[in-house]
């Protein structure tokens, strides 16, 4: 691990997450002992748009139970669990984070899930996984903490079968010019955040033989979403179990941030679909 991966990690380590996790859930009235997959999603997808966006996105990917399908920056794996669980695929996710792959295992065995879904530490940029040894592979907000954007393309081409696919959904670099306002969900200083256009991920792509079958601006979709998150803490106050449990106590500033980078046009979050040519 570099030196900025080692900086990733450490600012998306909170500490204690899977049992917090526990007390949201118990707090919610469900028995951990009794949770089921669902029952996770309001906290378990770290990406504008939860488990709303990773639906929409895999809407649009071919996913049978004989697959292999890989997760590359999983988190605490919800989306790693949403394969599994609505396709019967079998999912391996990688990670930088420890505390994250410690938490995504310990939820798949909560929810009886750990015989298709397991989880290890890696960098996306030297997955520990064999060649071709996927038929697809996703990516939920990533990519935002990953420089080198052909050396990512190049890696998941690695791993993926002949013909495989790559699905993502990453925040990206809008059309506004104007710095960043920070911090924010993936980053508290520039040194970590590396945002894109979709032409760079497209031009990385192409050269590690991808071809690009889809893509989709999810700018207004995220306004919406976030529009009716602030709505209902505003409301109700914070929900026991959501993504501010990975963000610690700065987390209504992060998403405050990004709100408002979202609506000055500085990011675009952004669907991405590759086809591997080879």
Known sequence: MNRTEAAVAAHYTTGALYDRILGALGQMGIDPARARPADLKPGDEFHTGGVAATEALLDQVHITPDMAVLDVGAGIGGTSR???DRFGARVTGVDLTPEFVDTANALNRLVGLSDRVTHQVGSALQLPLANDAFDVAVMMHVGMNIEDKRALLHEVARVLRPGGTFALFDVMKGAAKTPLTLPLPWAERPETSFLADADEYETAAAQAGFALTGSRDRSAFAEDFFAKVFAAVERDGPPPLGIHLMMGDSAPLKLKNY???????????????FRLTR
């Open 82 to 84: 949403y394969v599994a």
């Open 259 to 273: 709100v408002a980078n979202l609506k000055a046009g500085r990011v675009a979050p952004t669907e991405m679909i």
